[in-house]
């Protein structure tokens, strides 16, 4: 709702709104007598339509309450009898419609994080539920596990981890050569014989 409002404020004045948000100018045109205007009221209409229009394709972007104010503080604080440049009611513009469009944005990544932290919390907030079959097949694995954790288990009789580390190298040599006595010697590959 915040988003297509922004959205709203930041969009184009289609042309009735233009040409409403401009005649403030071209009543000052008028009043001032800036241009000089034809008496007919044909062709007044049509050079003010022409005037009209030589300013709307440079301001086409700008929304219709913003070109209304830039319109009027253009108007404030022009120091020439002559039209103002669009130009120069873009530059009372340009700072709204900068942060119009700013806050837009804003708008629109929070709802994309929000959008993606609510999917986010639908997925993986609550277990799905778990079928019959699920459950007795889970069952069954926890009942075999037990099974065979509950069965005796082979130990050693002698722990090889209870006996202190040698710091004597020669004492950790008659240990090995002790623990190994009845095995058979595997010779290393250059002492076979040939």
């Known amino acids: 709702m915040l988003v297509e409002a922004a959205e709203r404020a930041v969009a184009p004045a289609d042309v009735k709104a233009f040409a409403v948000a401009m005649d403030a100018l071209v009543q000052w045109v008028e009043v001032f007598g800036v241009i000089p205007l034809p008496a007919d009221p044909d062709k007044r209409e049509a050079q003010i339509g022409a005037i009209v229009a030589g300013y709307r394709a440079p301001l086409a972007d700008l929304p219709a309450d913003v070109l209304v104010n830039a319109v009027r503080a253009t108007i404030a604080n022009h120091q020439f009898r002559t039209l103002p440049m669009p130009a120069d009611i873009r530059k009372y513009a340009e700072a709204e419609l900068r942060e119009r469009q700013a806050r837009m944005l804003r708008l ?87």
Do not use: C, N
Request: aromatic share 4%.
């Open 108 to 194: 629109k990544t929070a709802q994309q994080i929000a959008e993606r932290q609510a999917k986010t919390t639908a997925d993986y907030a609550f277990p799905r539920e778990r079928t019959h079959e699920q459950i007795a097949g889970f069952s069954a694995v926890v009942a075999a596990v037990s099974r065979i954790d509950a069965a005796p288990k082979a130990m050693p009789t002698e722990r090889s981890d209870l006996h202190p580390e040698d710091d004597d190298r020669r004492a950790a040599i008659l240990r090995v050569q002790q623990e190994t006595r009845g095995l058979r010697r595997i010779p290393k590959p250059w002492e076979a014989k040939q």
